[in-house]
């Protein structure tokens, strides 16, 4: 076969284009540090990014919900304390009242300190976290609890459960039923409204100690009940945090570039195109033109 210049000069300029389009992909790939700037480029790598990339996606909004979940656990249980607390100190003025001696004025002091209790426990009942009543269940819209201006106290409870799925096929309940906290149907409330009322004949003081006890024994059921789901979240966050690891070094092996090895193939391809630069003007022949210059 007969080769000729043309051939030659057309060769060249392929192989040139070619070693302009090589230094070109490296430069981008140092430029944005990614192995590919589009999915032609390398199919396979621009798919798996694509599956990686979904999977943080589902594991950040995991997260996402265990904060939720964490936010509401950790408002009910300082709730539940806050109940605790009231309930603490109801049973020692009823321990105060009921032992030894007190005055009208005496019994007239625990008898508002009882009351202004009461009031704190409706308002820890109603307790409203971003405009949502937590011992409410699914009827978080409306406060549960009511007391009118004789201090009559009403509850109506709604013990719908309220989940969010921290994990997949994993749900937390993140709410804690109001009757359980306060009693069917308020019944705490109707203890310590009782508790007063005998304040106040001074009279059978002494039967609140033991319902006091019942309704702390609840109390405390309930927030170790509370700190049992908080101890399961955080075992789910810290499964979501080293999933997130796993997911976003793969993601990385997948798609960023070894710029070490970028660089290298750089300079190798620069190198090729000086050599075949300097070949091109050798094996292309000289003109007329430059016999006359």
Do not use: C, W
């Amino acid at each position: 076969m007969r080769v000729t210049q043309s051939m030659l000069s057309n060769n060249l300029l392929r192989n040139l284009t070619h070693n302009s389009t090589q230094m070109n992909k490296y430069m981008d790939q140092l430029y944005t540090g990614k192995k590919i700037s589009k999915p032609s480029d390398d199919p396979m790598v621009a798919m798996k990014g694509v599956s990686y990339r979904s999977e943080l996606a589902r594991i950040e909004q995991f997260e996402r919900n265990t904060s939720e979940t964490n936010s509401r656990l950790e408002n009910t249980d300082a709730a539940i304390d806050q109940a605790n607390h009231a309930m603490q100190r109801l049973k020692e003025l009823a321990v105060k009242a009921s032992n030894g001696p007190n005055s009208s004025d005496e019994y007239q002091s625990i008898v508002e300190e009882a009351k202004q209790l009461q009031e704190h426990l409706v308002d820890i009942a109603n307790t409203s976290v971003n405009g949502k009543y937590i011992f409410n269940g699914t009827n978080s819209d409306i406060a549960p609890v009511t007391i009118d201006e004789n201090g009559e106290v009403a509850a109506n409870f709604t013990d719908d459960d309220v989940l969010i799925e921290v994990s997949s096929g994993v749900t937390v309940k993140t709410n804690m039923n109001g009757s359980t906290v306060f009693g069917e149907n308020g019944e705490l409330f109707n203890t310590v409204g009782k508790f007063i009322e005998n304040l106040e004949m001074e009279e059978n003081i002494e039967e609140s100690i033991g319902e006091f006890d019942t309704s702390i024994e609840g109390i405390l059921d309930s927030r170790a009940e509370i700190g049992a789901r908080m101890n399961r979240v955080e075992l789910v966050e810290n499964r979501l945090a080293d999933q997130k690891i796993v997911t976003t070094k793969t993601l990385s092996d997948n798609e960023d570039v070894d710029f070490a090895e970028a660089i290298t193939n750089l300079i190798t391809q620069e190198s090729l195109h000086r050599a075949a630069l300097s070949a091109g003007s050798r094996i292309i022949q000289p003109s007329l033109v430059d016999f006359l210059r």
